[in-house]
């Protein structure tokens, strides 16, 4: 047995099948891998169970009711925390195992199929997620050893930067809040770098762990709390010991955990999943969320006491069209980074370039800036050509095949393409968002700025 399973971590697959049969198989088997194991008939199924959590693993038939498996995994959301899929199928030929292979399989499995065969697979899938999230951690701590730098100059950016330098010396909670793309991860680590801490900086996205799987993913666990637990295993705020933590959309946390956190920022202990031991921890945490949190405990979803405790210093990170100052700085930044990653020639952008970025809304903040510098250079498009480009292949639909009026507002196309693209994909908001490159939260608050119905 591999070292990987003598100190596992905690995962979860789902399998979709239609045969009842193969299903109860495949999760008997699979119970002693994986933390989490869940099986669905359909993908209707599946797709519910992964609006709930997300799945480390996916084992897929190809041949399914309604829908063929590899279809729906390649219209599966391809972002940081996509799914490993193996694929199973009774009728394999040449085709469609190269079909699966470009649709990112790591395994094709042809029925029937021996158990071990499916276990090996499925543990070298185990232990190359296990690997790419070692290597992950370990490339975030490089990627960010050098002193973090929050680009502009507006007055109230200043403002935030001289919170940050008052703040950052203290052991107190912070609470960060802004739009998505904003930057928020950012302040974080900038309060980390100006805190003199010399632990490491954990940084956890709460809404990318299954809920079942967080608390042992933050406070650790020990042999044998669970099945697949077969040895003990650090948590996130082990790792954070002397340094600092930042928890992520920290709005998406359970009640539950929302009760274990709050225990932890007042005892300074955390008790590890089947422990009945509490261990000091020395962790400055940091919280950030895109969402009202006060609304959310209004409705229900967010502890009250731990809203206080989590506020006691607040910054509030503003939007880019609250600071059109800083748009200039930033493309000048990102230009030479991205020049430098992509290894193309960095370029002088026009005063037109930049004054159409400057009247910009920016929806997606300075995540969306940044995609559309690097779509830019890679292209070799200014930007006020490749918008020109792109408002003429939307015109025809959009605007009776003229293009759009020279006297129209930039906001007024922007309402126009997002609505055509929506459209495009069938009213599905999701899907329109990834083409978009910004957040579903942010369409649903544009859509809620038009005054139109969700």
């Not at 699979?30 to 989490?36: E, I, V």
């Not at 499916?118 to 701590?141: A, G």
């Not at 020639?345 to 929806?363: C, F």
Request: aromatic share 6%; with cysteine.
């Amino acid at each position: 047995m591999s070292e990987t399973f003598q100190n596992p971590t905690a995962m979860s697959v789902l399998v979709v099948d239609d045969e009842s049969g193969m299903r109860s198989f495949l999760k008997k088997a699979l119970a002693r891998r994986f933390t989490l194991v869940e099986v669905a008939g359909s993908v209707e199924e599946a797709e519910q169970l992964r609006s709930r959590c997300h799945f480390d693993l996916l084992i897929v038939d190809i041949s399914l009711p309604g829908r063929d498996g590899i279809e729906w995994h390649e219209a599966l959301d391809l972002d940081t925390r996509r799914s490993d899929v193996i694929f199973m199928t009774g009728f394999a030929d040449m085709d469609t195992a190269i079909r699966a292979l470009r649709a990112g399989a790591a395994d094709f499995i042809l029925k029937p199929f021996r158990l071990e065969q499916m276990m090996q697979s499925v543990d070298r899938c185990i232990e190359r997620r296990l690997l790419r999230r070692e290597n992950l951690m370990l490339r975030r701590e490089m990627a960010h050893s050098h002193p973090n730098t929050i680009i502009g100059n507006s007055a109230n950016l200043m403002e935030v930067k001289e919170v940050i330098r008052r703040v950052a010396p203290t052991n107190s909670v912070v609470l960060i809040e802004g739009e998505s793309g904003t930057g928020k991860e950012l302040v974080a680590r900038s309060l980390h770098q100006l805190s003199g801490r010399s632990g490491s900086f954990v940084a956890v996205n709460c809404g990318s762990i299954a809920p079942e799987l967080l608390e042992s993913e933050l406070f650790g666990h020990v042999a044998g709390a669970f099945t697949g637990a077969r040895g003990a295993r650090e948590g996130l705020f082990s790792f954070a010991n002397g340094g600092t933590i930042f928890l992520d959309e920290i709005g998406e946390m359970p009640l539950q955990m929302q009760t274990a956190l709050l225990r932890v920022l007042e005892q300074r202990t955390i008790r590890p999943v089947g422990s009945e031991k509490e261990l000091p921890v020395d962790v400055r945490v940091v919280a950030a969320t895109n969402r009202e949190l006060l609304a959310e405990v209004d409705a229900g979803r967010f502890r009250r006491d731990l809203y206080y405790r989590l506020n006691v210093l607040n910054i509030t990170i503003p939007a880019l069209r609250e600071r059109p100052d800083d748009v200039v700085d930033l493309v000048h930044h990102f230009t030479r980074q991205l020049a430098a990653e992509l290894g193309v020639r960095e370029v002088a952008w026009s005063h037109e370039d930049l004054q159409v970025m400057q009247n910009y809304d920016w929806p997606g903040n300075i995540r969306e800036l940044r995609n559309l510098v690097e779509r830019c250079l890679l292209l070799g498009k200014p930007p006020a050509e490749y918008w020109r480009s792109q408002e003429a292949n939307d015109a025809p639909a959009m605007a009776g095949g003229e293009g759009y009026p020279v006297e129209m507002a930039l906001k007024e196309v922007e309402r126009l393409h997002v609505l055509k693209v929506v459209e495009e994909q069938q009213g599905n908001k999701s899907a329109a968002a990834r083409v978009l490159g910004v957040s579903r939260k942010t369409l649903d608050r544009k859509f809620k700025e038009w005054g139109l119905s969700e």
